[in-house]
């Protein structure tokens, strides 16, 4: 309720009666001891005419202007006694309005559906009206014991705070709506205005607040908002509130290149059919199945296939990226996608859910979908478009045989199924045994013997060997990378073993092989390592695991317990790529390693830029100090050897030995290296 709305006398509270009430009653005092005295001084003015000195003029003038002058004078005591009853009856009758409006008010505040209260300059509770308990449960002791702000929302409170004070400045309020805690833990939303009551000097004493409970209003205001913005049938966002969202990620992704999305247009197959065969309430029954199957499939979509890239701020929420846009056409917005294909993985997931029988009637239904979809690699820039490029995939989807997703960018198509036969054909090399394991040889710098491998993945096809820069990053995505490494790992134990009978050496020589980020989370990663060892025979003293710095660096109580259980299998721990994980180097020394490995970016650079060869000498340098091997990677020059040896490094591996090779003929470097050792000790 406003300050209009209410009167102004009426929201003074029970408090200030009584002054006004006070106040009358002093000028009555006032009033009737006034009169007494006035009457007594004329009284007293007539019957001094009676004393002996007025009787020495005896004429009759005399005494008639002596009648007169009393008749006058009892003439002004009568007139002035019937002012007197006058005045008092005036006040009987203020007395009477003000007792009438004290009433009035216990009236309105003790029935009164709108919460009134009185407070104090400092906040204090004055007085709170019985609709307080009525609306928010708290009894009048528990309202004194607590302070008027401690109910409030804390989000709401600084706001409250500042109408307060505006209201004490200005002497008038605003309205401002604010959210309480009702007694049973609920939050109540109240609409409130504020009017002050000020003291003789004019400053504000006390604060008048009438509250009026208005969450019923809200619940009922947000179910409109509501309503207008999502489906009446499934309650998934509509048309309206998707193009919305749409158009905020088409925004986004204009601004940030790095921020991809796509949009699915989902259209069920033969829906015609099914509404008018079983009629138009299983039709509608069918829908609400549909959209709950793909709203349970988009959750897991989301949590599983798209993890979230930071950096992009403001994405669109989870909550509004499925919708029905009418009929049997739905829509999902896949929101900050890392490539393609997981639009496609994620349309191929959902025509799975949706041929999972429905029950509809008692009856099995079983339903397929056509998928049309478009990405943010569109030029468009209004949401309505992009929607239109993929229900034109959808509708060639459904002339291509139904049952199938199409992508509305040709180029966007052809990459995703170029990266669908990639991972179809890393699945079937593996079952085939297409990996070869190749090896480069670590060499000792300063006797130039070979003191290991360093263990690679190559995939023989058909064509040709592929280099693992083409195919490793998406093994790992999709997982593959776990037993492609498991078999690496076991051969590379095995030819270990050969080459340590056949070319002995003091120390022995030793087997690098990389552990991948997914193999790294994996829980039983040392247990699986153990055994290879066992079935092998390699002591695991000679087995390197190379692990990259962020990984080695990043969850120190992650990372450090799987490496401490590395570390208890008596193998040697490498932080492979060294420098290049902006990681701090205070933690180097808590983490269990044996060896840096520098990367090569800063071995190839280090002959011509000194900053380069700055960082690898810090590099030795810090890693001599913490009592740590270094391996210098990529090392492909006689200058990148001779540097490496004036800075101490221990070893280093590159083009300049060997490029990777198999087996064989790493068997062959082996015997070569043997004999010139022993030329060497025969010199």
Known sequence: MNQQEFPPESQISSEAIPIEVSRIEGHEWWLWGFAVAVTLALTLGIVSFTFPWFARETDAAYWFDLKEWVRALAGLVLLFDLYAIYQHLQLHRIRRQLAERDELFHLISENAADMIALVDSAGRRLYNSPSYQKVLGYSPEELKATSSMEQIHPEDRPRVLQAAEKARLTGQGERVEYRIRHKDGSWRTLESTACVIRNAKGETDKVVIVNRDITERKRAEEMLVHNAFHDGLTNLPNRALFLDRLQHSLTLSKRHPNYKFAVLLIDIDEFKIINDSLGHAAGDELLIQVG????????????????????????????????RLGGDEFAILLDDIRDPIEAIRVAERLQAELATPLVVDQREIVISASIGIAASASPHTHAEDLLRDADIAMYRAKRGGKARCEVSDPAMHASAVKRLSLETDLRRALERGEFRVYY??????????????????????????????EFIAVAEEIGLIIPMNRQLLREACQHLR????????????????NVSPREFAQPDLAGEIRKVLEQTGVDPSCLHLEIVETIAMGDAEKSGHVLAQLKALGVRLSIDDFGTGYSSLSRLHRIPVDILKIDRAFISNMDHDPESREIVRTIIMLAHNLGLKVVAEGAETEEHIKLLKQLDCEMAQGYFFSRPAEDKAMSKLLAGNCRAAAKSVGR
């Open 440 to 469: 480069q040889p670590i060499v000792w710098l300063q006797t130039g013997e070979i003191a290991g491998f360093e263990a690679l993945t190559r995939w023989q096809r058909p064509e040709g060997i592929l280099s693992p820069i």
């Open 498 to 513: 050969f080459w340590q009978s056949e070319f002995p050496s003091i120390p022995p020589l030793t087997m690098s092989v």
């Open 292 to 323: 709950q199957r793909l709203k349970d499939s988009v959750r897991r979509a989301d949590m599983v296939s798209r993890p979230r890239t930071s950096g992009v701020p403001d994405r669109p929420a989870n909550d509004d990226t499925l919708a």
